[in-house]
């Protein structure tokens, strides 16, 4: 029920986006898809990741089974950030999210900027916000975080022993995570 409001939400409130997710799909309908919070995830062989309304693409292999498994849930938990401020700011969201995130992301000069001053791609406003939003809905650490409440580290320091699966979730993280890190996200190419 709670992810049938999710996707009528998305398809009525957040229409543009919703229409941009369901052409991208339409043209990956061969690839293998699973359900994530209401999100309906496709993965592919790019390792460039988009979300728009209710769909999120990202790389991951096999069959959907496998797929939802070799996925990296944290750039997934990123990207679910992305489709609540879909839900958030509906027909706002690819003026105010999309199109400063496609600028910050391909901009030359934003990109010599960042290289230059080791600025995490994640420290832009459109990217930061996804990955609050979407570690206060799911609890789950999203890749690039680095507030306060979101930084993995400062999670996994909190967590031991006093909730389980937050201490599962950061358990699954492996060694500690760099704070910044860059990853293909929203139109992003590998170099962002
Ligand atoms: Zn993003």
């Not at 939802?68 to 700011?89: A, F, M, N, P, R």
């Not at 930061?128 to 570690?135: D, Q």
Request: glycine share 8%; with cysteine.
């Amino acid at each position: 029920m709670r992810d049938s409001a999710y996707v009528i939400a998305q398809t009525v409130w957040g229409f543009p986006q919703t229409l941009v997710g369901l052409a991208v799909l339409l043209a990956h309908r061969g690839r293998p898809h699973f359900r994530y919070h209401g999100a309906i995830v496709t993965t592919w062989n790019s390792h460039k990741a988009l979300s728009s309304g209710p769909f999120v693409f990202m790389n991951g292999s096999g069959n959907a089974l496998e797929a939802k498994q070799s996925i990296d849930e944290s750039l997934l938990v990123h990207e679910y950030g992305h489709t609540i401020q879909s839900l958030i700011l509906g027909p706002m969201y690819l003026p105010t999210i999309g199109l400063p995130s496609v600028i910050w992301l391909n901009f030359p000069g934003f990109k010599h900027w960042r290289r230059r001053t080791g600025t995490s791609y994640y420290s832009f406003f459109t990217e930061r916000s996804a990955n609050h939003l979407a570690e206060r809905v799911l609890n789950r650490p999203a890749m690039g975080s680095i507030s306060g409440k979101s930084d993995a580290n400062k999670l996994r320091k909190l967590s031991l022993g006093k909730n389980r699966p937050r201490a599962a979730a950061i358990a699954a993280l492996g060694p500690e995570q760099p704070k910044a890190v860059r990853q293909p996200c929203w139109f992003k190419s590998g170099d962002s």
